[in-house]
């Protein structure tokens, strides 16, 4: 396909347990995020890669989570120990960065609503 | 902190309304995108400014970014319900980073 794609679609995990979340970006875009979107709210921002490089790591809630991506394609969100505050849709997008940021547009996948019991 | 707001948070209106939407900050942005998000997706965008003052039309969508580049609003004329979904604004400051807005919730009653 053309476009973003993320899976699993949906999740359910116990309180504890490992997961990993995966995001295939449309080829050739440079720029990948990840985004958490609790229920009814807006998007926060995870993590950012330019390439396969990350250099802003800031986003992420706390040292259980993080990410990484190979090859300049796919990424991979893991969160350890999973928490019910956890729950939430994570969203993954992917961007042809230009020379000027302002106009980039971010293609999103349709998400993985992970829910921890 | 950057944030940006939106309001309504929610609204519900008969097709055929017109609406407005909201986004503000009291930071100043590069440029300020609107995204349009429906069930089990992500967002779309729809449209981004980058000009104080500008104003762009898609079809029954109007977009205008505030003066100061710190605010900007979503008018729609004549809603359908196609136009049902959570409508989000994000802001850029000139770095890879996007601030998204809480979201404002819309609901169009046939």
């Known amino acids: 396909g053309a476009g973003v794609s993320q899976s699993p679609s949906n999740k359910v995990t116990e309180k504890g347990k490992d997961v990993e979340l995966r995001c295939d970006p449309i080829s050739g875009h440079t720029a990948l995020y990840w985004y958490r979107q609790r229920l009814g709210q807006g998007l926060e921002f995870l993590i950012y890669?330019?390439?396969?490089?990350?250099?802003?790591k800031s986003g992420l809630p706390s040292d259980r989570f993080s990410a990484e991506r190979t090859g300049e394609s796919v990424s991979t969100l893991t969160i350890q120990r999973t928490q019910q505050e956890d729950s939430a849709v994570y969203l993954c997008a992917s961007s042809l960065m230009g020379p000027t940021y302002s106009y980039n547009e971010q293609f999103f996948g349709p998400g993985t609503r992970l829910t921890v019991l | 902190t950057q944030l940006l707001e939106q309001s309504p948070q929610f609204l519900s209106i008969q097709e055929g309304e017109n609406l407005t939407v909201y986004c503000n900050s009291s930071?100043?942005?590069?440029?300020l995108q609107w995204y349009r998000q429906e069930p089990g997706e992500g967002p779309v965008l729809l449209v981004t400014v980058v000009t104080g003052g500008e104003v762009k039309k898609l079809k029954r969508l109007t977009f205008q970014f505030g003066d100061a580049r710190k605010d900007s609003s979503l008018h729609i004329t004549a809603a359908q319900t196609g136009d049902t979904g959570l409508y989000l604004c994000a802001g850029n400051s000139g770095t890879y980073k996007y601030i998204f807005g809480t979201g404002t919730r819309l609901k169009v009653l046939a």
């Open positions: 930071s100043v942005f590069s440029s």
């Open positions: 890669f330019q390439g396969n490089s990350a250099p802003d």
